[in-house]
């Protein structure tokens, strides 16, 4: 953060200091919420959570260096008191940005945010220092928090904005106002809070509609290959980019493929030129999510064969997200346990169906341990019925269904298609998973371990590349 003397800091938020011997000390950043991340001349954000309130860990945060505590009631220590710390939080982001000016590029979309979001990160970092979201904190909390690590150095700041209803991202674009804005896809992740497709094509699209003009610098990035993305256009006054396979996208990818291990390849067009890539992340899903990180690099000057270079070269920032690790005893792990929704549940499924090749050349076999769906309301069975087909068709070897109803319904939908009988196999949680496969797996076996955030099939991932009580890889 820029340094910003507790007065200033005060004025932006509309707080009150308390127990401040000297307003003009200086809050040099970071800001944080975690009083164990707390360095010399932080800003401790107290928020209330679940199980604890940050009001309890005031003192604590001082005596580590806090220059003062974003607070909502006096602590006995140095504090600006506001009416609502969240709120506080999005007028000092606001403020930031403003008296940097530095270039905001919004991203968001129903699957594939924080995938894209890091390979964007990796590619403008080649262009200067580049802040980014880390993880997947890309909420009213989350995103003001990453703008505040921005500087006086900072060149870029990459934003991954999330929503879960009408008006969530218009509120984080008014916080953080982007210049860029990307839009990969409209899927059905959250249907069910949101009632349908349409609606939340219409939240996406406040992103496309926060943008400046073309005039202006504004640049709104869609998806050509998605037409409730590509519609969006008519809603900005931005410049409009499309990217995709769609022979008028202006970034797009020809003669997709996929190499042996499963890591797609493909031939990067764009208006100044061409130049072939091959990722080394996993699966044809991420195609889409590379092409949108070109068509941000190439508007701010990267020049195709670095961009090229760069998504050759990106890896995966972010956890749980497709992590391939090979065991010592040749099992691969494919841990993509950080969240699921049916495009994503596809896209993995189909990325284990290529490792499957390479798996069964060398006597092994692909598994997929599954679990819920969360948030798609009325289409919640027939969604994951139809994951479980889908498992079928794709030629998996092995089908793991884990936790209660939803589970019931992937392994069914597997069965059901016809072809399977013991393939299939449903059990209660994610132990339960684990001593099954301690007991099946064998050398050249790929497993896929994907379900919602709240199953907690990581444990599963964790489990099976654990070593003597510590995780390999």
């Not at 008191?81 to 968001?108: C, E, F, H, K």
């Not at 505040?148 to 674009?173: P, Q």
Request: glycine share 12%.
């Amino acid at each position: 953060m820029i340094d910003l003397s507790l007065a200033e800091i005060a004025a932006i938020v509309g707080g009150q200091q308390h127990d401040i011997p000297d307003p003009g000390r200086t809050a040099s950043g970071p800001v944080v919420i975690d009083s164990r991340e707390v360095r010399p001349g932080s800003l401790f954000a107290a928020l209330p959570g679940e199980h604890v309130d940050g009001h309890d860990f005031a003192e604590r945060a001082v005596a580590a260096g806090a220059a003062a505590v974003l607070a909502a009631r006096p602590v006995g220590v140095p504090a600006i008191v506001v009416d609502d710390v969240v709120s506080a939080l999005g007028a000092l982001a606001r403020a930031v940005v403003d008296r940097l000016g530095t270039p905001v590029i919004g991203l968001t979309g129903s699957a594939g945010k924080t995938s894209t979001k890091d390979l964007v990160a990796q590619l403008l970092e080649r262009l200067g220092p580049t802040v980014w979201t880390p993880g997947s904190l890309n909420n009213e909390i989350g995103l003001p928090l990453t703008a505040l690590r921005a500087d006086e150095g900072t060149r870029h700041l990459v934003l991954e904005m999330g929503a879960r209803g009408i008006g969530h991202i218009r509120y984080l674009a008014e916080l953080t106002p982007p210049r860029i804005g990307v839009v990969l896809n409209v899927g059905t992740a959250h249907v069910g809070e949101f009632g349908g497709r349409e609606q939340i094509a219409v939240a996406k699209g406040e992103l496309v509609e926060a943008l400046p003009p073309a005039e202006d610098g504004g640049v709104a990035v869609l998806n050509a290959d998605d037409p409730l993305v590509r519609a969006m256009s008519s809603r900005t006054k931005a410049r409009t980019v499309l990217f995709g396979e769609a022979a008028d996208a202006h970034v797009r990818a020809e003669n997709v493929r996929l190499t042996a291990a499963g890591q797609p390849s493909f031939a990067l067009h764009t208006p100044t030129g061409c130049a072939e890539v091959t990722m080394r992340l996993y699966g044809e899903h991420h195609v889409s999510n590379a092409l949108a990180a070109a068509a941000v690099a190439h508007e701010l000057g990267m020049p195709v064969h670095e961009i090229a270079s760069a998504l050759s070269a990106a890896g995966q920032l972010s956890r749980w997200r497709m992590e391939v690790t090979e065991r010592a005893d040749g099992v691969t792990i494919v841990n993509d346990a950080y969240n699921a929704n049916p495009e994503s549940m596809r896209a993995a499924l189909r990325a284990l169906a290529a490792m499957g090749e390479a798996a069964r050349a060398r006597g092994g076999r692909t598994w997929a341990v599954l679990g819920r769906m969360a948030e798609l309301g009325g289409e919640s069975l027939a969604e994951h019925d139809a994951v479980g087909r889908l498992a079928v068709r794709l030629n998996v070897g092995k089908l793991v269904a884990v936790g209660g109803r939803e589970a019931a319904w992937l392994q069914m939908g597997a069965y059901n298609e016809g072809s399977w009988g013991e393939e299939s196999v449903h059990v209660s949680d994610a132990q339960a998973a684990v001593d099954l496969l301690r007991s099946e797996l064998r050398p050249g076996d790929v497993v896929l371990v994907k379900a919602s955030r709240s199953v907690g099939l990581e444990r599963v991932a964790e489990q099976l590349l654990a070593v003597d009580g510590e995780v390999a890889g």
